[in-house]
């Protein structure tokens, strides 16, 4: 992917793309809902990783977004990506049977994922920015997964 596609995808996502789902969820937790106060955890998990990636973290993931899409286009990268995914398809047979065998099954896949793609981001990339892909990671898991711990594929 060339750097100017790059640039416009991340530029989109962190300013037109975040400024409208800031817009909407302020509507959908202020005025829409005014008298109602509840927790949504997809609105919940956008906040922790795009928040921080258009926010405080923007200039270090701008930094990176390039090397990113490189490593993305590895074959080793799409093939870390697509045992994740077949994986994740065969976890959801499991939702049915138990949310908790299901969760554990997401917490290990994550797992396995990020210990495939670690070496790849960071030989590639360097220690900076494997630093934000974990931080951002963290952050999304804290959220959507509060007892998945991925700290040791992280390190």
């Known amino acids: 992917m060339a750097m100017d596609a790059v640039e416009a995808s991340y530029g ?21 809902t005014k008298p109602v106060k509840c927790q949504s955890m997809a609105m919940d998990a956008v906040e922790a ?4 990636m258009c926010g405080t973290g923007y200039r270090q993931f701008e930094e990176h977004a390039g ?22 398809n065969d ?12 969760f554990e099954r997401l917490c290990s896949i994550m797992d396995n994922y990020l210990r495939c793609c670690r070496p790849l981001v960071y ?24 007892t998945c711990d991925v700290n040791r594929a992280l390190l």
């Not at 975040?18 to 302020?26: M, S």
């Not at 990783?49 to 921080?52: A, D, I, M, R």
């Not at 049915?96 to 299901?102: A, K, L, T």
């Not at 360097?126 to 959507?144: M, Y």
Request: a negative charge; one cysteine or more; glycine letters at 6%.
């Open 12 to 32: 989109y996502m962190c300013g037109t793309g975040y400024r409208q789902f800031e817009e909407h969820a302020g509507c959908f937790a202020e005025d829409c």
């Open 123 to 146: 030989d590639k990339c360097g220690k900076s920015a494997w630093k934000l892909v974990s931080q951002i990671t963290i952050d999304s898991l804290h959220v959507t997964m509060p």
């Open 49 to 52: 990783s795009y928040g921080y």
């Open 67 to 88: 090397c990113f899409a490189e490593v993305e286009s590895q074959k080793e990268y799409v093939e870390c990506k697509n045992a994740a995914s077949s994986s994740m």
């Open 91 to 102: 976890a959801l047979k499991l939702r049915v049977e138990s949310s908790d065998i299901y």
